[in-house]
């Protein structure tokens, strides 16, 4: 059972990444499903939720610019990233259910 993420990379400020993060061996379907994030300093820290029936909430640092989805098809997890600013640069986690981490991608937001 592993989750790899994607999409990180260098981009400027007021830019759009979208960041993937495939589940492999189990589903993103009807379970609760997460991105956090992780700054150089500072604690981990919750960024996106989508519940098992589709529901989606937000930090409120991010509400308005960022959106969680997933494809059942793809059994994949998205988080799209717009408006993007320095402080958002961190090191991206998904997760799955309780305890299922991926390995993290680096988002880096240049002023």
């Known amino acids: 059972v592993q989750l790899q993420a994607s999409g990180g990379g260098l981009v400027q400020a007021g830019g759009s990444l979208r960041l993937s993060c495939a589940a492999s061996?189990?589903?993103?379907?009807?379970?609760?499903m997460a991105w956090y994030r992780q700054a150089p300093g500072n604690e981990r820290e919750l960024v996106a939720t989508?519940?098992?029936?589709?529901?989606?909430k937000y930090a409120d640092s991010v509400k308005g610019r960022f959106t969680i989805s997933r494809d059942n098809a793809k059994n994949t997890l998205y988080l799209q990233m717009d408006s993007l600013k320095p402080e958002d640069t961190a090191v991206y986690y998904c997760?799955?259910?309780?305890?299922?981490w991926g390995q993290g991608t680096l988002v880096t937001v240049s002023s």
């Open positions: 061996g189990s589903t993103v379907s009807f379970v609760d």
């Open positions: 997760k799955r259910g309780y305890s299922l």
């Open positions: 989508i519940n098992s029936g589709g529901f989606t």
